[in-house]
């Protein structure tokens, strides 16, 4: 099994997290199509609940946020809109979402994102003392400290899981 030491390249992620001298552990996994967080949770032998989703999402004016989310849940885009001050939130599709990131649909990254975009997370995440989220390519989380997206990304706390 020698897949658990190939080299990851740099990544916008990564060069953004090593700029900010945020502590991170890469874990490449083999990508698998719609195999999402529990995939990745599986191979990497983690509770899915520490894996991270990064979803785009756009508001009634179009413009774009993301949610972090645990991957074992959904989002209430009614709670999302009501906690970010919007009339309503819908989800990006791959297109609209690689252009407002720069990131492949799978490989999405709340970090280094071609422009800066507002960021929003489960309150509940940054209580964990570690989390697994996407390095900015398919088949490629970074684990860290999520305190860090408070400080990095200004991340607005919000509550709107859903038990999936």
Do not use: W
């Amino acid at each position: 099994m020698a897949s658990m030491t190939k080299h990851v390249s740099e990544t916008p992620a990564t060069q953004f997290l090593t700029r900010h001298k945020i502590a991170f552990d890469r874990h490449p996994y083999d990508y698998v199509e719609h195999g999402g967080t529990g995939e990745s949770a599986r191979q990497l032998g983690v509770v899915e609940h520490l894996v991270v989703k990064t979803l785009v999402m756009r508001d009634e004016q179009k413009k774009p946020l993301i949610i972090l989310m645990h991957g074992d849940c959904k989002v209430s885009t009614k709670n999302l809109a009501r906690h970010a001050g919007r009339k309503s939130i819908t989800p990006c599709d791959p297109d609209e979402a690689q252009r407002h990131t720069g990131y492949l649909i799978g490989g999405t990254s709340p970090f280094g994102t071609k422009k800066p975009l507002p960021v929003y997370v489960e309150s509940s995440i940054l209580d964990l003392p570690r989390i697994y989220i996407n390095g900015g390519r398919r088949g490629f989380l970074v684990s860290l400290d999520p305190r860090c997206l408070g400080t990095l990304l200004d991340a607005q706390p919000v509550s709107c899981a859903l038990e999936d």
